[in-house]
Structures are given as C-alpha cells and as structure tokens.
C-alpha cells in the first residue's frame, strides 16, 4: 500500500493506493494541527478499510503549504518508520517542464499534468479548481508548457461579501438564470457564471496562443463538478487526479531507485 498527500493552502487530500487502485480518500482541513493529530485521523482512514501500519510500505507528499512540510514528514517517520518522497526538484516526473524557473512551479500543479498526461494522454489542459485556480498545458510530446493563475470561486465569493458592508455569504449553488431577482441570486449569477465565463475564455485564448486546438480539457479539484455544469469547454472532470499523479510519480521514481 502506498500512502500520497496532496498539501494545500485550505484542504489536504490523502488517498490509498493498492498498485493502480484508490482504495480510499480523505480530506482533512489545513490547520496548526499536530503531526500527532494528524496520525490519529490516517489511523481511523486505515482501520476503517482493515489496513495495518505494516501494510503501507511507502508514501509521497506534494505540499503549496510550506508550514505543514515538517509536520507530515515528520508524522509518517514516526508513524510508519520511513522518510516519505517528496515533489520537488531532482524528481523524475516524464515531462519536459518548460517552466523559466521549473522550481517555482507548484507541487500540486506538476502532480495533475503527470496524472493527466498519464491516464488521458497530450495535448491536455489541465485546470485545477482549488483556492486559485491553475490552467496548465501539456503537448502531445509530454511537454509542461506553463499556464496561468487565477482566482479561486470560494475565495471570490468570500471576498465579495468581506469587502461590500451588505452583502451577505452566500451559497456557491447555480442560479437558475443569469438575471437575478434578489440579491442572493444576483450573487450567485455573477460569482459562478462569472468565474465560468473566465473558464471559458482563458481555455480559449490558451488554445488559440498554442495552437493546441485538439486539446483534451481536463478540471479537477472541489467545485470541478459545479464548473463542468456551467461551461462547454471541459471534456473530461477527475477529482482524484492529482492524487492518481502522486501515485504515478511515486512508481516512477521508486523503480528509478531499486
């Protein structure tokens, strides 16, 4: 059993491996948790699935949230008695990342083109809605070109009613038309069809700017499945991708050290 932990700013994302299978995943909150804390939460996912310990022979971290790097290496040392793997420089990951400075790019960003190139083939664009939102671009020839960076729904959607005294929070729930009635709707309309909208047009002018017009889109991430009803341009929605790359990864560079 291999253990991958996909780190971000808000939400950490845990998943199971038995070879190519997912047998689990888990999703745990961001915090100043302790490794220990930590532990108590993986150790529930194990027992529940009738995993022990000494069945997880490996693991591999991809972490944007540097605060919790010591954490988690340190929590699986102890725990599970070896130094996880770790996305970053020096790892074999079977693209040409085209990055200026491919140390700048994101762990999580290298794991889903790996996955994506991997399980869905080239040219893909890969758009990962998280807390940002990631637009990465993969040739045919396995080439990680760059992307681009932009807001986040909830993070938009939560500044929006930080920042106008009477607006309130609202749910990130699709309205039933773009011309909304009451201020809630009127909200709703602009977030999400305004984030689709962007969607849309940045999958466009990448392909446009590319020339990569028979590029598979491929979105993943917490709201991917509420995007995908909004839009036209996604062809493929994977919320374990990243996952499935961290495994990828952890295969590819575990056979290149035996």
């Not at 996909?6 to 745990?28: A, C, H, P, Q, S």
């Not at 991809?62 to 420089?89: C, D, Q, R, W």
């Not at 999400?192 to 598979?216: F, P, Q």
Request: hydrophobic share 40%; proline share 3%; charged share 20%.
């Amino acid at each position: 059993m291999i253990l991958v932990f996909d780190i971000g700013n808000t939400n950490i994302k845990m998943g199971v491996f038995d070879g190519d299978e997912l047998v689990d995943t888990l999703r745990m909150a961001s915090s100043n948790k302790t490794g220990d804390e930590y532990w108590l939460l993986v150790k529930d996912m194990l027992e529940v699935k009738h995993i022990a310990p000494s069945d997880v022979v490996g693991a591999i971290v991809s972490s944007v949230n540097p605060n919790l790097n010591y954490t988690f290496e340190h929590m699986i040392e102890s725990y599970f008695g070896f130094k996880p793997m770790t996305v970053g420089a020096g790892l074999k990951t079977g693209l040409y990342i085209k990055y200026d400075n491919p140390k700048e790019l994101g762990a999580d960003r290298v794991a889903g083109c790996v996955g994506a190139y991997k399980l869905y083939g080239g040219p893909c664009i890969v758009i990962d809605c998280g807390t940002a939102t990631t637009f990465n671009v993969v040739t045919a020839g396995g080439e990680l070109l760059g992307g681009a960076i932009s807001f986040g729904l909830k993070a938009a959607a939560e500044s929006l009613s930080a920042s106008a005294a009477r607006l309130p929070k609202v749910e990130l729930a699709v309205p039933k038309t773009a011309v909304g009635k009451t201020t809630i709707t009127n909200m709703q309309s602009g977030i999400i069809y305004g984030y689709s909208g962007m969607v849309e047009a940045m999958v466009e002018r990448i392909k446009a700017e590319t020339g990569l017009r028979d590029a598979k889109v491929i979105a993943t991430g917490g709201i991917s499945d509420l995007v995908n009803g909004c839009v036209s341009v996604i062809d493929v929605v994977d919320r374990t991708l990243t996952l499935r790359g961290l495994n990828i990864l952890y295969k590819l560079n575990n056979n290149a050290r035996a």
